[in-house]
């Protein structure tokens, strides 16, 4: 059931979607490359529930976390080039093996796209690995526009992104709906002047993402066209 839905929620005219933590949960793919490249540095693994809460920054963050084991922590300037190197050898190879499209995604997008809604796809992940993820996991046709962490000079949580693809859709960011999972979405929607639905599964450093108080909060994206349905 869809919770903390504000009143004011609107129906758009476009829909941007994050991926990591809200299309495709990652982290299985993340954690394995993560703990492979801390074993061939000879460092201990450091596993799946703590890779969870590190990711959502694009891949060069997660590698400074893993690298420090702190959210906020940085390694040293020599460790961490050269443990990046390793990792994006390894991610590369498995950018899909582990990922999975999470419980809904499918439908929704199909019921999206049936009822008209433009779809892009927004992410802070790279785009040599966003475009292989989406393709692999059968979605990358639904969007036309994937906006990666390198697409632009900016990303998330630069409101960039989203009006890049406000533009490219030619609808005013009032107009505009992004679908996330986190703070950082949250505040890049709300920077672009965008409406912004969150996912209560994602990737938020362990927080509650309606701390960040989103428009809404859904905890599948089946839940999407029914809230849009009612909207004003």
């Known amino acids: 059931m869809a919770t903390n839905r504000m009143m004011n929620l609107h129906k758009p005219e476009m ?3 994050d991926v990591d933590g809200t299309l495709v949960d990652s982290v299985p ?6 703990d492979a490249m801390l074993q061939q540095l000879g460092r201990p693994a450091q596993g799946e529930a703590a890779v969870r809460n590190w990711v959502g920054n694009g891949v060069q963050r997660l590698v400074e976390r893993a690298l420090s084991s702190e959210l906020d922590g940085m390694p040293a300037t020599a460790d961490f080039e050269r443990a990046y190197p390793i990792f994006l050898d390894l991610y590369a190879d498995n950018t899909s093996q582990r990922s999975s499209l999470y419980p809904g995604v499918s439908e929704a997008l199909d019921r999206l796209r049936a009822s008209g809604y433009p779809l892009g796809c927004v992410t802070n992940k790279a785009a040599q690995f966003t475009e292989p993820l989406l393709a692999d996991l059968g979605v990358a046709d639904y969007f036309s526009i994937i906006i990666s962490g390198d697409t632009l000079p900016v990303k998330k949580p630069d409101p960039g992104p989203l009006l890049h ?4 859709f030619g609808v005013a960011p009032e107009a505009a709906l992004m679908i996330g999972d986190s703070v950082s979405d949250v505040t890049a929607a709300r920077a672009a002047g965008f409406q912004i639905v969150c996912m209560s599964y994602g990737y938020n450093h362990g927080e509650d993402i309606r701390d960040a108080r989103p428009d809404a909060v859904i905890d599948t994206m089946a839940e999407l066209l029914p809230l849009l349905e009612q909207a004003a």
């Open 165 to 168: 693809a406000a533009e490219h």
């Open 29 to 34: 793919d993340l954690a394995w490359c993560v």
């Open 15 to 17: 829909i941007l979607i």
